[in-house]
């Protein structure tokens, strides 16, 4: 497998540990996607600052925060369906749950090596407009870096039996989901989905440093 699945840089990799959830329910839609990004962004950088000692003595501790405040947050079933696309449809409940599990701790372990790389960025939050589905919005964010032009960051939420959760991430134009099914969806082809996700298994079960 190909040494990363993403083609994003590490600079515009920091931004995809900043979206997340909580447990909001629609009684604005306008503003709670907008509040669940802004506090989810908060939350974790908070605990990356604080827990900063800790992290260096044991680098596994930012998984376990990953774990705790982000990931029970994006609904990694949404994202690993898109992800595989058609192969999808034709994989077994279980190839299903297997693959969404593998893609899940890929997330966790490649998000722990971009919170990493946090050395105080400013996000700032522009707008939050209504997609062509009742249930998504789209949060506009721009990161400010020193000396250079920021970086334009979307993210895409959706409310799904009445929690909003993070979908995918749009980073300079370009998706998260879709670059991610592109790389797949090659994989697939060659080797099938079991052995994709027997390899993502293998990958994920290496020490994280």
């Known amino acids: 497998m190909r040494k990363a699945l993403f083609i994003f840089t590490p600079l515009l990799l920091l931004t995809l ?38 992290i260096e003595k044991d680098r596994t501790h930012v998984v376990n925060l ?7 947050h994006i609904n990694d079933r949404i994202m690993a369906q898109r992800v595989l696309g058609e192969a999808w449809k034709t994989a077994s409940e279980d190839a299903r ?28 939050y522009s707008s939050v407009e209504k997609a062509s589905q009742s249930n998504v919005r789209k ?29 995918d991430i749009i980073v300079d134009g370009i998706s998260m989901v879709n670059s991610n099914k592109s790389q797949f969806k090659h994989l697939i082809a060659r080797d099938g989905l079991d052995k994709v996700t027997s390899m993502l298994e293998t990958r994920n079960n290496r020490p994280f440093r």
């Open 139 to 167: 949060v506009s964010s721009l990161i400010s870096r020193a000396g250079e032009q920021p970086i334009e960051a979307a993210y895409q939420v959706e409310l799904h039996s009445g929690i909003w959760k993070v979908t």
């Open 17 to 54: 540990l900043l979206p997340s959830t909580r447990e909001v329910f629609a009684a604005d839609a306008v503003t709670a996607p907008l509040e669940i990004v802004r506090s989810a962004s908060e939350a974790i950088l908070g605990r990356v600052i604080a827990d900063k000692a800790l």
């Open 66 to 72: 990953i774990n705790e405040i982000l990931i029970p």
């Open 97 to 124: 749950t297997s693959f969404t599990r593998e893609f899940s701790r890929y997330m966790v372990r490649f998000y722990g090596q971009v919170l990493l790389l946090y050395s105080g960025e400013k996000v700032e």
